[in-house]
């Protein structure tokens, strides 16, 4: 992933120039002439705020110029992505399964095969349909790309934590997880016009 206009994602060189501490000039797109990204110089709630209203320059912003591969340590960020998400899955179901009052082996059994089994199919079909409906293949670098969109637009599943302390229905996490879905759905988006090259 390199910098991208949040714009119109046309991969850019740099995103500032720095004249001074403190003093900056924001560059602008070669091809929309459009400033390249304005959430340089934003509060973090604002980019929080246009994540949750599912802004496509928001998540490019994200994705491409803040969480880039030359300026962080890859692997590490998957590693730890991937252990909270999957602690995020496994507290949902627990929570579930307490509800029912089951035993503790058969909970653990079925928290396990939710985790792990569930997240592979949910990927698998994915890819698969990756695969079919954009007819693109997939590298390691553009399977690493999309399993860090992934994992990223399911920023929403730490309001779960909330269900720990305060009693909440069922139909909570069904909605926590629809918007996880449509969070997907637009990051993927702002991640295949770039690696798609649409």
């Not at 119109?8 to 070669?30: D, T």
């Not at 491409?64 to 496994?90: C, M, P, R, S």
């Not at 396990?112 to 997240?119: K, P, S």
């Not at 293949?137 to 269900?163: G, V």
């Given at each position: 992933?390199?910098?991208?206009?949040?714009?119109?994602?046309?991969?850019?060189?740099?995103?500032?120039v720095?004249?001074?501490?403190?003093?900056?000039?924001?560059?602008?797109?070669?091809?929309?002439?459009?400033?390249?990204?304005?959430?340089?110089?934003?509060?973090?709630?604002?980019?929080?705020?246009?994540?949750?209203?599912?802004?496509?320059?928001?998540?490019r912003h994200?994705?491409?110029?803040v969480?880039n591969?030359?300026?962080?340590?890859?692997?590490?960020?998957?590693?730890?992505l991937?252990?909270?998400y999957f602690?995020?899955?496994?507290?949902?179901?627990?929570?579930?399964?307490?509800?029912?009052?089951?035993?503790?082996v058969?909970?653990?059994?079925?928290?396990?095969?939710?985790?792990?089994?569930?997240?592979?199919?949910f990927?698998?079909?994915?890819?698969?349909?990756f695969?079919?409906?954009?007819?693109?293949?997939?590298?390691?670098?553009?399977?690493?790309?999309?399993?860090?969109?992934?994992?990223?637009?399911?920023?929403?599943?730490?309001f779960?934590?909330?269900?720990?302390?305060?009693?909440?229905?069922?139909?909570?996490?069904f909605?926590i997880?629809?918007?996880?879905?449509?969070?997907?759905?637009?990051?993927?988006?702002?991640?295949?016009?770039h690696?798609?090259g649409?």
């Amino acid at each position: 992933m390199g910098y991208q206009c949040v714009q119109c994602s046309f991969p850019i060189k740099s995103l500032y120039v720095q004249y001074s501490p403190g003093n900056i000039r924001l560059m602008k797109c070669e091809k929309c002439k459009a400033v390249a990204d304005e959430y340089i110089e934003c509060e973090i709630m604002i980019l929080m705020i246009d994540l949750m209203l599912h802004k496509q320059k928001a998540y490019r912003h994200l994705l491409y110029n803040v969480l880039n591969q030359q300026t962080l340590k890859f692997e590490g960020l998957h590693w730890k992505l991937a252990i909270i998400y999957f602690i995020f899955d496994a507290c949902i179901h627990l929570y579930v399964e307490a509800r029912n009052s089951s035993s503790l082996v058969s909970t653990c059994c079925k928290v396990f095969m939710y985790v792990v089994f569930g997240n592979f199919m949910f990927l698998l079909t994915f890819f698969i349909m990756f695969k079919i409906f954009l007819n693109a293949s997939i590298n390691i670098s553009r399977f690493n790309d999309l399993l860090l969109t992934i994992m990223i637009s399911c920023y929403f599943k730490i309001f779960l934590i909330a269900m720990m302390v305060w009693e909440f229905p069922n139909s909570v996490i069904f909605i926590i997880e629809l918007f996880c879905l449509s969070s997907n759905a637009v990051a993927l988006n702002a991640a295949c016009q770039h690696c798609c090259g649409k």
